[in-house]
């Protein structure tokens, strides 16, 4: 079976890829529910996304609406490789010149990851400058919210710490990989190695510490602000410690509308969206 697109809507539409583009093209994006319903003659300000970037996207959409009740935004999902296909499809229709600057249906491009908009890039498929990273995916700590005494850094897991440490399985998993990173960029691979009781992934890593099988676990920081009720963050790592996943928007070649554009990747690293994607456990990347 072929992958398939989502919008999201008030109520998520699912269409086959055969059809996919030319629900794109004809510019039938369902918005999803907004909290304030924008005026009919809203102008539309279209983004393909990640379904990995579901939350931050969306919410800085709303921030956006908010100060801009002329804008309705609206979000195409996809994942990586079917979204580049279908920007590519989109761009090269046939092989038709069917777009000219300032023509197409879509405005910004949110991958999963800042690799695909360099590929992107590479061909021409967004606008190269027109980059803006607004979200970094930090590692927590995390301990369960009934224990009282717990390490305030990662520093204090390495010598001479008791702590049983949850963490994801470093060979399989990204989560995995990047906790690795941490504790060799402190030095304390040494220290931990007895101490590490090893996931198949973050809900393994939360599975072993609520059921008492570690002290703390190491997760990604978007994951923990879900399970806050049952898990707290006693810290978190970011730069230098390590490099976290960054992720940006940009602008689409065609964009039909590029002063919306730069107002709203201007936006996306304002002090209120730093705090709307702090407040869902990212970090703020900063400036371009």
Not at 277 to 286: A, H, N, T
Request: proline letters at 8%.
């Amino acid at each position: 079976m072929k992958p398939q697109g989502k919008c999201a809507g008030a109520g998520t539409l699912v269409v086959p890829r055969r059809i996919l583009l030319a629900v794109l093209l004809s510019s039938l994006l369902t918005p999803y529910s907004l909290l304030v319903t924008p005026p009919a003659n809203a102008e539309p300000l279209v983004i393909a996304a990640s379904p990995s970037m579901k939350a931050p996207v969306e919410t800085l959409a709303h921030a956006f609406e908010a100060t801009h009740p002329d804008v309705k935004v609206r979000i195409y999902y996809d994942t990586g490789l079917e979204l580049r296909w279908t920007i590519a499809g989109m761009e090269n229709k046939v092989g038709q010149k069917t777009y000219f600057i300032g023509t197409g249906p879509i405005h910004l491009i949110a991958p999963g990851g800042d690799e695909l908009l360099t590929r992107l890039e590479q061909k021409y498929y967004v606008l190269p400058g027109t980059r803006r990273p607004y979200a970094a995916v930090p590692l927590a700590l995390v301990v369960p919210v009934t224990l009282v005494e717990a390490p305030a850094s990662f520093e204090e897991l390495g010598k001479g710490a008791k702590y049983r440490i949850a963490i994801a399985d470093p060979v399989l998993t990204e989560l995995g990989r990047q906790t690795q990173e941490v504790f060799e960029a402190l030095g304390i691979v040494n220290d931990v190695k007895g101490r590490l009781d090893v996931a198949s992934d973050a809900r393994g890593v939360l599975d072993h510490l609520l059921y008492g099988q570690a002290d703390v676990g190491i997760i990604f920081g978007p994951d923990a602000v879900k399970e806050q009720e049952r898990i707290r963050v006693v810290a978190t790592a970011g730069k230098p410690t390590f490099k976290p996943t960054i992720h940006s928007m940009a602008m689409e070649r065609f964009c039909p509308n590029r002063a919306l554009c730069e107002e709203f990747l201007s936006f996306i690293q304002s002090p209120e969206a730093k705090k709307v994607v702090k407040s869902l456990g990212y970090l703020s990347p900063g400036g371009p």
